[in-house]
């Protein structure tokens, strides 16, 4: 399971996204840029940043994950637990880890997380669409001059008319056209009105039929619920899903060498298949229910391995 990519779906509409046990991607928006010295512009962006000290869990990811795959929680909880495992042991081998657009996350000579960000994708939505462009120079002492020159140049030259005399009969036709114009005026409002109160009539009407016909109505079962038969699967056929892990390892020995160790110390240990990346994974044991699972590895995080978590096997 790619976690990045439900990482970078959560950028666009969070300015914090936590992996459990990891750390946080942080964004802040950043205002529109002018480079004066390349005359480009840069529309509002939000800038990426990584603190590794905020690691608890807040549901957000295991939640949007288990939506998007159509899964448990708990489900999507454990594949962020064991993809963060992978990253820890790639960090701790000084490799570099690349998420696709957001950025590389490598270990310093500190063994502290640096955090270079990708800057080719912009997860502030209200500038989407928008892009860099560069502008060219406008040099406005050129216009200024010419605009100086027009206005010497210009002459204005003030134009007289004679007023000419209005017609007397014109204006009792428009005190003819104006009386006309109220009393259409007055006559279609007092139709609207009319209009108005006849529909309330109609429609009041209407509710007292339908209200008649609800108090009237008599509904009737035809035929009783079928009954449900509920089918109980026996001891024998109860799937262990939930496995506490105790460590993943790369070489087969080690593996055996911890299996021995956790069988000895009382656990009924056991070892499963290699997982994709050929690493060799050791349990502290199976569960049929997550609820038992989660209270063995809460003692198991007291009593022996506080990194203990649970791998849920897809059903």
């Given at each position: 399971m790619k976690i990045e990519l439900y990482i970078a779906q959560l950028l666009y509409r969070y300015q914090c996204v936590t992996v459990p046990g990891f750390g946080?991607?942080?964004?802040?928006?950043?205002?529109?840029?002018?480079?004066?010295?390349?005359?480009?512009?840069?529309?509002?962006?939000?800038?990426?940043?990584?603190?590794?000290?905020?690691?608890?869990?807040?549901?957000?990811?295991?939640?949007?994950?288990a939506l998007a795959e159509k899964t448990?929680?708990?489900?999507?909880?454990?594949?962020?637990?064991?993809?963060?495992?992978?990253?820890?042991?790639?960090?701790?081998?000084?490799?570099?880890?690349?998420?696709?657009?957001?950025?590389?996350?490598?270990?310093?000579a500190d063994k502290n997380i640096v955090f270079t960000p990708y800057n080719h994708v912009n997860y502030l939505t209200s500038s989407f669409g928008l892009a860099p462009f560069v502008s060219p120079l406008v040099k406005r002492e050129i216009f200024e001059k010419e605009i100086a020159a027009i206005e010497e140049?210009?002459?204005?030259?003030?134009?007289?008319?004679?007023?000419?005399?209005?017609?007397?009969?014109?204006?009792?036709?428009?005190?003819?056209?104006?009386?006309?114009?109220?009393?259409?005026?007055?006559?279609?409002?007092?139709?609207?009105?009319?209009?108005?109160?006849?529909?309330?009539?109609?429609?009041?009407?209407?509710?007292?039929?339908?209200?008649?016909?609800?108090?009237?109505?008599?509904?009737?079962?035809e035929s009783p619920v079928p009954a449900v038969t509920l089918s109980i699967k026996s001891d024998t056929e109860v799937k262990m899903s939930y496995h506490i892990m105790a460590g993943v390892y790369r070489e087969e020995k080690n593996a055996n060498k911890t299996l021995r160790n956790l069988n000895r110390l009382g656990y009924n240990a056991k070892r499963i298949a290699p997982n994709k990346n050929g690493y060799y994974p050791v349990l502290y044991g199976s569960y049929a229910t997550f609820a038992e699972a989660e209270m063995a590895r809460k003692e198991i995080n007291i009593k022996?391995?506080?990194?203990?978590?649970?791998?849920i096997e897809s059903l």
């Open positions: 946080a991607f942080l964004t802040e928006i950043q205002s529109a840029r002018l480079n004066e010295s390349l005359n480009s512009f840069s529309p509002p962006t939000k800038r990426l940043a990584f603190n590794s000290n905020l690691k608890n869990n807040d549901g957000l990811l295991a939640n949007h994950i448990s929680y708990e489900y999507a909880l454990s594949a962020i637990q064991f993809e963060v495992f992978n990253w820890k042991k790639a960090l701790d081998e000084n490799e570099v880890l690349s998420f696709k657009n957001i950025g590389e996350l490598s270990l310093n140049e210009a002459i204005i030259t003030m134009i007289t008319e004679p007023v000419k005399t209005v017609n007397p009969y014109l204006k009792y036709a428009a005190i003819l056209i104006l009386t006309i114009g109220i009393t259409g005026s007055v006559g279609y409002t007092l139709y609207q009105n009319q209009i108005a109160s006849e529909t309330t009539l109609v429609e009041t009407a209407v509710q007292k039929q339908v209200q008649n016909k609800i108090q009237q109505a008599t509904f009737f079962i022996h391995n506080p990194d203990a978590w649970i791998l």
